[in-house]
């Protein structure tokens, strides 16, 4: 089976840390993607990235960035927390030029206080 | 731009009732088109998906959907639902192409009540 794994299930950071959630698939998946989820809006792409050290912006960039080193892992990093980023955070992988499925972490439930 | 619409936010079926969740989508094209679960603290499962072909798409834990393309609608069904169906479902679209899953939108999803 096709495992994504998210480092923290739950996260407690006060405004202004610098926080980073951690992603890693086993699938040697080109593709990573990361979404925050939030009541009512549904999933937004964040940052997406289709090969070690390339990345790509989504819709809601602004206040994120990423790092992929590692082909299995991708990091989303909040430079500095506010509390408008108190969110659910997916990660996702998949094949390069695949549109028709992706495989999902558990999430992570960020909270900034 | 394509976009996908779930009218139902919430919605409360008995155990052993039929389920529908709707979901419409807006694209110049037949796109592609998902059903994602959500189960409580977890991931998103994909259910099904629909690319071409035979209309009626079946899937894991019982599920099927349809494709209409006059009312440019995807609904979600299943004859019988289970009190492990409460879940949060998503309905999701993307363009034909070999552009990426990064082009894929998401609905805002439905949550599903399971009640005895």
Known sequence: D????????????????????????????????????????????????????????GD?????????????RFSLILESASTNQTSMYLCASNWLRSNTEAFFGQGTRLTVV | AQSVTQPDIHITVSEGASLELRCNYSYGATPYLFWYVQSPGQGLQLLLKYFSGDT???????FEAEFKRSQ??????????HWSDAAEYFCAVGPPDSGGYQKVTFGIGTKLQVIP
Do not use: A
């Open chain 2, 56 to 62: 009626l798409v079946q899937g894991i834990k019982g």
């Open chain 1, 60 to 72: 809601i960039p602004e206040g994120y960035s990423v790092s992929r080193e590692k082909k299995e």
């Open chain 2, 72 to 81: 440019s609608s995807f609904n979600l069904r299943k004859p019988s639902v």
């Open chain 1, 2 to 57: 096709v495992k994504v794994t998210q480092s923290s299930r739950y996260l407690v950071k006060r405004t202004g840390e610098k926080v980073f959630l951690e992603c890693v698939q086993d699938m040697d998946h080109e593709n990573m993607f990361w979404y925050r989820q939030d009541p009512g809006l549904g999933l937004r792409l964040i940052y997406f990235s289709y090969d070690v050290k390339m990345k790509e912006k």
